[in-house]
């Protein structure tokens, strides 16, 4: 054993040890990508299962349909009638037939102001009173008037009035049946919820008349086709990638593709053909939603307060009908009406490739570990370094036979590198409250202002540093390390909470790692083009030249979640990954003084 | 033959009765339903069992209508005045109007017991309370064994007594209150409650209490009442009340037993809206709402009333029904039906053999189909605010509908240990304004919980002002339980019960809200077992390379045993020459003692080795 610590500590003076981590980072960054691109495979991803043995899907017969299509029918006409119509006068209408059928009513204002915007309404609820029930527990069924495109949901309303009047001729129910008819489907349902926990801020979101108890399952049915479909396509993305319990997701595709017989389709894709590149695909998209955390519907409101969610959408040309997709949500609600404890069982993060495979967090979290920790590996590494003195190339070679000298140690001095660590960081809170609190209209030209000033401002600040302090090398290590370790330590964390957001923020800022200051002009500036390609604002006009979308919507679409849904997204981009990028650059464009004191430092030692 | 023999003993039990007690004879027991159609096509049947018994024959054991079974429990536990409740389903008082019996007859969900035990000191209280529950459950098939010093508190303001109680001090009467909130009430407690009926349920209105039907109904709640009752210059007599309250859905009750599911009507029988423009026969905009006014007595409840309990008193009449007078009723024959003064209730004579139905008919005039119900003094609404599963808060919302009076009542709570209450946080304010108001709370009785023994009391005399919503709201912090005082439903969540909520002025009235479920932070049941097993791993795999090292003797290869194929058979050869020379000594009777050395040593060996060899088994 002392043997063994000996030669451990012999090994850390070797030289030749700070020669590998680099190489380490770099490993790790593409182990995690490839890790990545293997779970899609058999052998790394699972078939999924009902874990809640309570919700028995698609064991009970439903009975939703014969004259119940004549009264969808005339609930359609009565919506129709209201298309166009301003939103209280569709509340009054729809409110009369609700109350008409026994159930009690309420309704909620609420304003929100976002990118220049007023996002106002009124929701209008109903509650169905479990026949013998407490109001301990309750479920909700969600019809937004307005789903994410702005469609009207012509047939999703009658559905509901047509389910809540079915509902009510049933007495089995051990949970409160909560209809909430929302004027849209990001802001409405927000208010609704945030106001039934009463976390709403009461200035803005009206508190709630009538309540019931604590909310176990929601479904938002979002059902804007008007003629037959083929197959129901569940979308289930909450905010800042929180997810519903998987059992829920399996409840839906069990009854709706085992029991109905028909398909079920996830991330928008159509037809899935259960193959690598499929499975790859739909894993990707998922995680493209997650790491932007934006609300995707109706149900995405409700996830963050541990009510599990999900919407439905019918797509396709086929042969099912309304009271098919009546019978889904009947099946769906008589299995969470079976639960006895809230859902629990199964899994909350996962990544779902196909309606039947998944992988848990167990197999793919290591590769957002593995890119974040390429950060924290390189940090140290720098830390390290930074307190060897820089012995010339010359003298490496004669220093064999010195192995038991003590390492010759230099002064850190840390002042500077915290200081613009400390800068980068702090700067970052201008972006942040800039793009959530301008009007929509200035955003476009102020993101190419920003732009601009984003390629500029390094080059300025780099030049200042270097003018006001001549910072040597050694300095230029101690900032790459600390905005490194921040980085890594932010990530890593973030990797545990929204898995994909730190996945991507991970591999886009994965260059941070090898830039270093150098000697030769021309090194610099091919790094800081470099860099600049990777920068937030150049990834962002990027991907929505990729999508084909204006950056102007993309930039109000994250101001809205950030004032409505608290998407968190914006807050790691300027306020984590930019300031490593910043800090970067400083690196990239520095000019390490070759001071005459630090050699005479060297030779005295 | 049999019930005619019967018939006879029982008239000769009440006839001898008669000749006992000529006083109170004619009020020994009477029983009477009281049909109550409400909005919404709602039904509230309220059955009423009552009897008395003279103290005396009650101290010496002399049960005739008294139940003996309840009778020998109260006497053993020394219980003065008891108040047993059974609840399910919650009371709709904006549709339903005021609560039947001014609430005075009913509990919150689950199963509430009051009661005043005579008893010296507080421990001797304890002592009997625990008898009276364990009795109780034993009695009613209730857990109210599980009503322990956690779940019962002594209400100071809420609770008075019901009897007279002439020889009562304070001293030594003790009003015990215990409630189980999560008991679900079925009908195992159905029938050990009409056993308590001198006709159990064979005749009179007691026939009609089908488990199926009561349970199905949208909130019923049984109640026992045994409180003494000392008429002016009369001898004090024991009276013991039952209860049964229940709510029916007029459409759901209707429909047969055998196919209970509400599968949709054929079409044209969909009662719709034929104002309507795109009125089709095939799009129909249905008015059913409205339908199903028309009942009879035997769709309701399964089954026709069997004539009239015989023991009951003649001249309160059985059944009586709350319809608008215009409303026409047809009954069965041999029934004398009697329009009662205030115009909007009817009752019904009947003989005691007949069986007895009565129908009504879809009314003509569809303002006048039921007596509109009163306004209730109070409106409460309880529910938790806040998320998450460190703090919570409550907020009870209660509303006076008077536009003149204002409405006095002491609102209690009864909250399980592990809901820490901030009462600095409790504040009432009036809608409207948002600042709080401290006239509206008048006296505060607060008993803080005691971790794991006693429970938070909560005593709250408070007004609220005409035409008025008040908030009453207060912060609490959930306590982290132990491992194993989870119950095996941890996730579902823990029940609170219903808040008491006692009127004062201006009349008496009783009101519960509903109960709620307050979830607490549950640890993840399978991660025990999961660290348990990898623990486990770690320490095995850990601890055998340990005692390995720590038993195994380290010798260099020379000069250790040599291992190999050679090696086994010079120690074969060794031991077989052993034993030769064993045998070969054993002839002779001596045995040397000097080749004890080498076979030890190789013994320590075999001892670690075999060790490891049991480890990895």
């Given at each position: 054993?002392?043997?063994?610590?000996?030669?451990?500590?012999?090994?850390?003076?070797?030289?030749?040890?700070?020669?590998?981590?680099?190489?380490?980072?770099?490993?790790?960054?593409?182990?995690?990508?490839?890790?990545?691109?293997?779970?899609?495979?058999?052998?790394?991803?699972?078939?999924?299962?009902?874990?809640?043995?309570?919700?028995?899907?698609?064991?009970?017969?439903?009975?939703?349909?014969?004259?119940?299509?004549?009264?969808?029918?005339?609930?359609?006409?009565?919506?129709?009638?209201?298309?166009?119509?301003?939103?209280?006068?569709?509340?009054?209408?729809?409110?009369?037939?609700?109350?008409?059928?026994?159930?009690?009513?309420?309704?909620?204002?609420?304003?929100?102001?976002?990118?220049?915007?007023?996002?106002?309404?009124?929701?209008?609820?109903?509650?169905?009173?479990?026949?013998?029930?407490?109001?301990?527990?309750?479920?909700?069924?969600?019809?937004?008037?307005?789903?994410?495109?702005?469609?009207?949901?012509?047939?999703?309303?009658?559905?509901?009035?047509?389910?809540?009047?079915?509902?009510?001729?049933?007495?089995?129910?051990?949970?409160?049946?909560?209809?909430?008819?929302?004027?849209?489907?990001?802001?409405?349902?927000?208010?609704?919820?945030?106001?039934?926990?009463?976390?709403?801020?009461?200035?803005?979101?009206?508190?709630?008349?009538?309540?019931?108890?604590?909310?176990?399952?929601?479904?938002?049915?979002d059902?804007?086709?008007?003629?037959?479909f083929k197959s129901v396509h569940i979308v289930y993305?909450?905010?800042?990638?929180?997810?519903?319990?998987?059992?829920?997701?399996?409840?839906?595709?069990?009854?709706a593709?085992?029991?109905?017989?028909?398909g079920v389709a996830l991330q928008e894709m159509w037809?899935?053909?259960?193959?690598?590149?499929?499975?790859?695909?739909?894993?990707?998209?998922?995680?493209?939603?997650?790491?932007?955390?934006?609300?995707?519907g109706?149900?995405?409101?409700?996830?963050?307060?541990?009510?599990?969610?999900v919407t439905l959408q019918p797509f396709g040309?086929?042969?099912?009908?309304?009271?098919?997709?009546?019978?889904?949500?009947?099946?769906?609600?008589?299995?969470?009406?079976?639960?006895?404890?809230?859902?629990?069982?199964?899994?909350?993060?996962?990544?779902?490739?196909?309606r039947?495979?998944?992988?848990?967090?167990?197999?793919?979290?290591?590769?957002?570990?593995?890119?974040?920790?390429?950060?924290?590996?390189?940090?140290?590494?720098?830390?390290?370094?930074?307190?060897?003195?820089?012995?010339?190339?010359?003298?490496?070679?004669?220093?064999?036979?010195?192995?038991?000298?003590?390492?010759?140690?230099?002064?850190?001095?840390?002042?500077?590198?915290?200081?613009?660590?400390?800068?980068?960081?702090?700067?970052?809170?201008?972006?942040?409250?800039?793009?959530?609190?301008?009007?929509?209209?200035?955003?476009?030209?102020?993101?190419?202002?920003?732009?601009?000033?984003?390629?500029?401002?390094?080059?300025?600040?780099?030049?200042?540093?270097?003018?006001?302090?001549?910072?040597?090398?050694?300095?230029?290590?101690?900032?790459?390390?600390?905005?490194?370790?921040?980085?890594?330590?932010?990530?890593?964390?973030?990797?545990?909470?929204?898995?994909?957001?730190?996945?991507?923020?991970?591999?886009?800022?994965?260059?941070?790692?090898?830039?270093?200051?150098?000697?030769?002009?021309?090194?610099?500036?091919?790094?800081?083009?470099?860099?600049?390609?990777?920068?937030?604002?150049?990834?962002?006009?990027?991907?929505?030249?990729?999508?084909?979308?204006?950056?102007?919507?993309?930039?109000?679409?994250?101001?809205?979640?950030?004032?409505?849904?608290?998407?968190?997204?914006?807050?790691?981009?300027?306020?984590?990954?930019?300031?490593?990028?910043?800090?970067?650059?400083?690196?990239?464009?520095?000019?390490?003084?070759?001071?005459?004191?630090?050699?005479?430092?060297?030779?005295?030692? | 033959?049999?019930?005619?023999?019967?018939?006879?003993?029982?008239?000769?039990?009440?006839?001898?009765?008669?000749?006992?007690?000529?006083?109170?004879?004619?009020?020994?027991?009477?029983?009477?339903?009281?049909?109550?159609?409400?909005?919404?096509?709602?039904?509230?049947?309220?059955?009423?069992?009552?009897?008395?018994?003279?103290?005396?024959?009650?101290?010496?054991?002399?049960?005739?209508?008294?139940?003996?079974?309840?009778?020998?429990?109260?006497?053993?536990?020394?219980?003065?005045?008891?108040?047993?409740?059974?609840?399910?389903?919650?009371?709709?008082?904006?549709?339903?109007?005021?609560?039947?019996?001014?609430?005075?007859?009913?509990?919150?969900?689950?199963?509430?017991?009051?009661?005043?035990?005579?008893?010296?000191?507080?421990?001797?209280?304890?002592?009997?309370?625990?008898?009276?529950?364990?009795?109780?459950?034993?009695?009613?098939?209730?857990?109210?064994?599980?009503?322990?010093?956690?779940?019962?508190?002594?209400?100071?303001?809420?609770?008075?007594?019901?009897?007279?109680?002439?020889?009562?001090?304070?001293?030594?009467?003790?009003?015990?209150?215990?409630?189980?909130?999560?008991?679900?009430?079925?009908?195992?407690?159905?029938?050990?409650?009409?056993?308590?009926?001198?006709?159990?349920?064979?005749?009179?209105?007691?026939?009609?209490?089908?488990?199926?039907?009561?349970?199905?109904?949208?909130?019923?709640?049984?109640?026992?009442?045994?409180?003494?009752?000392?008429?002016?210059?009369?001898?004090?007599?024991?009276?013991?009340?039952?209860?049964?309250?229940?709510?029916?859905?007029?459409?759901?009750?209707?429909?047969?037993?055998?196919?209970?599911?509400?599968?949709?009507?054929?079409?044209?029988?969909?009662?719709?809206?034929?104002?309507?423009?795109?009125?089709?026969?095939?799009?129909?905009?249905?008015?059913?709402?409205?339908?199903?006014?028309?009942?009879?007595?035997?769709?309701?409840?399964?089954?026709?009333?069997?004539?009239?309990?015989?023991?009951?008193?003649?001249?309160?009449?059985?059944?009586?029904?709350?319809?608008?007078?215009?409303?026409?009723?047809?009954?069965?024959?041999?029934?004398?039906?009697?329009?009662?003064?205030?115009?909007?209730?009817?009752?019904?004579?009947?003989?005691?053999?007949?069986?007895?139905?009565?129908?009504?008919?879809?009314?003509?005039?569809?303002?006048?189909?039921?007596?509109?119900?009163?306004?209730?003094?109070?409106?409460?609404?309880?529910?938790?605010?806040?998320?998450?599963?460190?703090?919570?808060?409550?907020?009870?919302?209660?509303?006076?509908?008077?536009?003149?009076?204002?409405?006095?009542?002491?609102?209690?709570?009864?909250?399980?240990?592990?809901?820490?209450?901030?009462?600095?946080?409790?504040?009432?304010?009036?809608?409207?304004?948002?600042?709080?108001?401290?006239?509206?709370?008048?006296?505060?009785?607060?008993?803080?919980?005691?971790?794991?023994?006693?429970?938070?009391?909560?005593?709250?005399?408070?007004?609220?002002?005409?035409?008025?919503?008040?908030?009453?709201?207060?912060?609490?912090?959930?306590?982290?339980?132990?491992?194993?005082?989870?119950?095996?439903?941890?996730?579902?969540?823990?029940?609170?019960?219903?808040?008491?909520?006692?009127?004062?002025?201006?009349?008496?009235?009783?009101?519960?809200?509903?109960?709620?479920?307050?979830?607490?932070?549950?640890?993840?049941?399978?991660?025990?077992?999961?660290?348990?097993?990898?623990?486990?791993?770690?320490?095995?795999?850990?601890?055998?390379?340990?005692?390995?090292?720590?038993?195994?003797?380290?010798?260099?290869?020379?000069?250790?045993?040599?291992?190999?194929?050679?090696?086994?058979?010079?120690?074969?050869?060794?031991?077989?020459?052993?034993?030769?020379?064993?045998?070969?000594?054993?002839?002779?009777?001596?045995?040397?003692?000097?080749?004890?050395?080498?076979?030890?040593?190789?013994?320590?060996?075999?001892?670690?080795?075999?060790?490891?060899?049991?480890?990895?088994?």
């Amino acid at each position: 054993m002392p043997r063994l610590l000996s030669s451990a500590l012999a090994l850390r003076r070797d030289p030749r040890i700070l020669k590998i981590p680099p190489y380490l980072s770099l490993l790790c960054i593409l182990v995690g990508a490839v890790w990545l691109f293997l779970l899609p495979l058999n052998e790394y991803s699972r078939r999924t299962y009902i874990s809640e043995n309570a919700l028995l899907p698609g064991q009970v017969h439903t009975y939703f349909g014969g004259s119940d299509q004549n009264v969808l029918r005339a609930y359609k006409q009565e919506v129709n009638s209201l298309v166009g119509k301003s939103n209280v006068e569709i509340n009054d209408k729809l409110e009369s037939i609700v109350r008409g059928l026994g159930l009690k009513t309420a309704r909620q204002n609420f304003t929100y102001h976002a990118a220049g915007r007023t996002f106002e309404g009124e929701n209008l609820y109903a509650i169905l009173q479990a026949p013998r029930g407490d109001a301990t527990e309750a479920i909700v069924l969600v019809a937004a008037w307005e789903n994410v495109k702005h469609e009207v949901n012509k047939n999703g309303v009658p559905l509901v009035l047509t389910l809540a009047r079915y509902f009510k001729r049933w007495s089995l129910w051990s949970k409160d049946i909560i209809i909430l008819l929302s004027p849209d489907s990001i802001a409405a349902p927000q208010a609704w919820v945030d106001a039934y926990h009463d976390a709403h801020d009461s200035s803005r979101v009206a508190s709630l008349p009538i309540k019931s108890g604590a909310l176990q399952g929601a479904i938002a049915i979002d059902y804007v086709q008007e003629n037959r479909f083929k197959s129901v396509h569940i979308v289930y993305d909450g905010v800042n990638g929180q997810l519903p319990n998987l059992d829920l997701i399996n409840s839906v595709v069990n009854i709706a593709g085992g029991q109905m017989g028909m398909g079920v389709a996830l991330q928008e894709m159509w037809n899935h053909n259960d193959k690598y590149p499929d499975r790859l695909r739909t894993m990707l998209r998922g995680m493209l939603k997650q790491g932007l955390g934006l609300a995707s519907g109706p149900h995405s409101s409700f996830i963050p307060y541990h009510v599990d969610a999900v919407t439905l959408q019918p797509f396709g040309e086929g042969w099912q009908d309304e009271m098919a997709m009546g019978r889904v949500v009947e099946g769906t609600f008589r299995s969470l009406n079976n639960l006895l404890e809230h859902l629990h069982q199964s899994f909350f993060f996962y990544l779902l490739m196909h309606r039947e495979r998944f992988v848990s967090i167990g197999t793919y979290l290591p590769s957002a570990m593995l890119v974040a920790a390429n950060f924290t590996i390189m940090a140290i590494f720098l830390w390290m370094k930074s307190g060897q003195p820089e012995i010339p190339a010359a003298s490496t070679t004669e220093s064999s036979d010195k192995d038991d000298a003590p390492t010759p140690t230099t002064e850190r001095d840390l002042f500077l590198p915290l200081a613009i660590v400390a800068l980068s960081g702090s700067l970052s809170a201008i972006p942040l409250y800039i793009f959530n609190h301008v009007p929509e209209s200035a955003l476009t030209p102020l993101f190419y202002l920003f732009l601009l000033i984003n390629t500029l401002f390094p080059i300025t600040l780099s030049l200042t540093i270097t003018t006001l302090f001549s910072p040597n090398l050694q300095q230029y290590h101690l900032v790459k390390s600390f905005s490194l370790l921040l980085l890594g330590m932010f990530l890593s964390s973030l990797a545990t909470l929204n898995f994909s957001l730190a996945m991507l923020i991970g591999l886009l800022s994965a260059p941070l790692s090898f830039v270093k200051p150098s000697s030769s002009p021309v090194s610099r500036i091919v790094g800081f083009v470099l860099l600049n390609l990777t920068s937030p604002p150049a990834v962002l006009l990027a991907s929505a030249a990729i999508w084909g979308l204006n950056v102007g919507d993309i930039l109000r679409e994250a101001a809205v979640a950030w004032h409505v849904t608290g998407t968190y997204s914006a807050v790691v981009v300027w306020c984590v990954w930019w300031p490593a990028w910043l800090a970067g650059c400083v690196c990239v464009l520095g000019r390490p003084g070759r001071d005459q004191e630090e050699e005479k430092k060297v030779k005295k030692a | 033959m049999r019930q005619l023999f019967s018939f006879a003993l029982l008239s000769f039990v009440s006839f001898s009765s008669l000749l006992s007690s000529a006083s109170a004879a004619a009020a020994d027991y009477h029983e009477q339903l009281v049909l109550r159609p409400l909005p919404l096509s709602a039904l509230l049947a309220s059955f009423n069992f009552r009897s008395n018994t003279s103290l005396s024959e009650f101290e010496a054991h002399n049960f005739r209508f008294f139940p003996r079974s309840l009778g020998q429990i109260l006497q053993h536990a020394g219980t003065q005045e008891l108040h047993l409740r059974f609840s399910l389903g919650r009371w709709d008082s904006e549709s339903w109007g005021a609560r039947p019996w001014g609430g005075a007859r009913e509990g919150g969900t689950g199963v509430e017991l009051w009661a005043w035990l005579q008893a010296a000191t507080d421990e001797e209280a304890d002592h009997k309370w625990l008898t009276l529950t364990n009795a109780l459950s034993g009695l009613f098939c209730a857990s109210l064994n599980f009503i322990d010093g956690t779940r019962t508190t002594r209400p100071v303001m809420s609770f008075q007594p019901e009897g007279d109680h002439p020889n009562m001090t304070a001293a030594d009467t003790h009003l015990l209150y215990g409630v189980l909130p999560h008991e679900v009430v079925c009908t195992e407690n159905l029938t050990p409650f009409l056993k308590l009926l001198p006709c159990k349920g064979k005749a009179g209105i007691a026939t009609l209490l089908d488990g199926h039907k009561l349970f199905d109904a949208s909130w019923q709640s049984m109640a026992i009442d045994v409180k003494p009752i000392c008429p002016a210059g009369a001898e004090c007599v024991l009276q013991i009340e039952l209860t049964i309250d229940m709510v029916l859905d007029i459409d759901r009750s209707k429909r047969p037993r055998g196919n209970p599911i509400p599968r949709p009507p054929p079409g044209h029988e969909l009662p719709c809206n034929t104002s309507k423009s795109y009125h089709a026969p095939d799009t129909c905009f249905p008015t059913d709402h409205q339908a199903n006014q028309d009942w009879t007595l035997s769709q309701i409840f399964g089954r026709t009333m069997k004539g009239t309990c015989p023991l009951t008193d003649p001249a309160v009449p059985p059944v009586c029904l709350h319809v608008p007078d215009s409303r026409s009723v047809f009954h069965s024959d041999g029934v004398l039906e009697k329009k009662n003064l205030d115009r909007v209730s009817r009752c019904f004579e009947i003989q005691p053999d007949v069986d007895f139905e009565i129908v009504l008919p879809a009314p003509e005039d569809e303002l006048a189909v039921v007596v509109k119900p009163e306004t209730p003094l109070l409106y409460a609404e309880r529910s938790f605010t806040g998320h998450g599963q460190e703090r919570g808060g409550v907020q009870t919302i209660l509303h006076n509908p008077s536009p003149d009076t204002e409405v006095e009542f002491v609102y209690m709570e009864s909250l399980p240990w592990f809901m820490r209450i901030y009462l600095h946080t409790m504040s009432a304010r009036i809608q409207g304004q948002t600042a709080k108001d401290d006239s509206l709370i008048k006296e505060v009785y607060y008993r803080p919980a005691v971790d794991r023994a006693r429970g938070t009391q909560l005593e709250v005399r408070m007004r609220v002002p005409p035409a008025s919503t008040v908030f009453l709201t207060y912060d609490f912090e959930k306590s982290i339980l132990r491992y194993t005082e989870y119950p095996p439903d941890a996730n579902r969540g823990f029940d609170v019960a219903a808040a008491v909520i006692t009127i004062l002025s201006p009349a008496a009235y009783n009101l519960r809200t509903t109960s709620l479920l307050c979830s607490l932070p549950t640890p993840d049941f399978s991660m025990p077992y999961n660290v348990i097993i990898f623990t486990s791993t770690a320490i095995a795999l850990a601890f055998g390379g340990m005692f390995n090292i720590l038993v195994r003797r380290f010798v260099a290869a020379d000069e250790g045993p040599e291992v190999g194929l050679a090696a086994l058979k010079k120690r074969i050869q060794g031991r077989v020459g052993l034993l030769v020379e064993k045998l070969k000594k054993g002839k002779t009777g001596n045995v040397s003692d000097e080749s004890g050395t080498k076979p030890d040593k190789f013994e320590t060996v075999d001892t670690a080795q075999s060790i490891e060899g049991a480890l990895k088994e």
